[in-house]
């Protein structure tokens, strides 16, 4: 009996050092995740900042790309603004490019006009003299002098034999050249006249006048081509103040233009 005592008395101290040592270890264990779940909640407190701060960095980098892509389709609308302003002056340079050259090809075409009108008179006109008849091509027209000593007696707007048979050969080549429009120029010296005609305005206007009733009445060339005019003494060729220069001022001049609609019509 007392053996069986010992034996209970012995195995009750033993369960109490077990039970001590359980508790210990149970303690520490808790004591380390306490220290784990401390250490943990630090680590996740630091993480939700972190995430804080990404959050706020992200949401600057959103606004930052919405200004950039604002920006680059401002651009954008700016460069289409841009192309369609160079693409409309483009346009308009390579008209006014086509307008120049159809002008160019024009000018070209009366140049050439004008010098075969200039051979044509020049034909039927010759064996005429110089001092008395001249064909020149000048400004893109042609102008056909005719001297005063060829047309007119002094002082006169009646058109003499010689001046007649001379304008019988300028209506032909009119007559076969009927887009050139006509200018019958009148022109005298500077020394004042005295008779029938009033002054030199007078006399120039009247003798213009002669040339063309001739071209139109006798040589059917048509009227509607015809203009006269009287100039005086106010453009001479050469000066008045000797017998030689006032010579060469009293003349007609017969000044033959192209016609230019089709220009006119670019020009407008």
């Known amino acids: 009996m007392k053996n069986v005592a010992i034996i209970f008395v012995s195995l009750f101290a033993l369960s109490g050092c077990v039970s001590k040592k359980i508790l210990r270890q149970s303690q520490a264990e808790t004591a380390t995740l306490r220290n784990d779940s401390s250490m943990l909640a630090s680590k996740v407190s630091s993480l939700q900042g972190n995430i804080s701060s990404l959050n706020a960095s992200i949401s600057e980098k959103e606004q930052a790309i919405d200004k950039l892509n604002s920006q680059y389709n401002q651009l ?27 002008l160019q090809a024009l000018l070209q075409e009366q140049r050439n006009r004008s010098e ?38 002094s002082a006169s707007a009646v058109v ?16 076969l050249n009927s887009e050139v429009a006509v200018e019958i120029e009148g022109h005298t010296d500077s020394i004042p006249i005295k008779g029938r005609y009033t002054d030199n305005w007078d ?3 009247a003798r213009a006048n002669s040339i063309v009733r001739i071209l139109v009445n006798n040589y059917a060339v048509d009227p509607a081509r015809v203009m006269a005019s009287g100039h005086s003494f106010y453009d001479p060729l050469d000066s008045n103040s000797t017998p030689e220069g006032r010579a060469k001022n009293r003349r007609t001049e017969i000044v033959l233009s192209p016609k230019l609609e089709e220009m006119y019509k670019l020009l407008e």
Do not use: C, H, I, W
């Not at 048979?165 to 009119?174: F, G, H, I, Q, R």
């Open 160 to 175: 003499n034999s010689k001046g007649v048979e001379a304008l019988s050969k300028l209506a032909a080549v009119l007559n």
């Open 203 to 205: 006399l120039s206007t």
């Open 116 to 153: 075969q009108l200039k051979n044509k008179m020049m034909e039927a006109l010759k064996g005429y003299n110089e001092k008395d008849l001249s064909v020149v091509q000048k400004n893109g027209k042609v102008y056909v002098s005719l001297s005063e000593n060829l047309l007119f007696p």
């Open 76 to 102: 954008g609308k700016q460069s289409a603004s841009q192309q369609t302003q160079l693409t409309q002056t483009k346009l308009t340079l390579e008209q006014q490019q086509q307008r120049l050259q159809q």
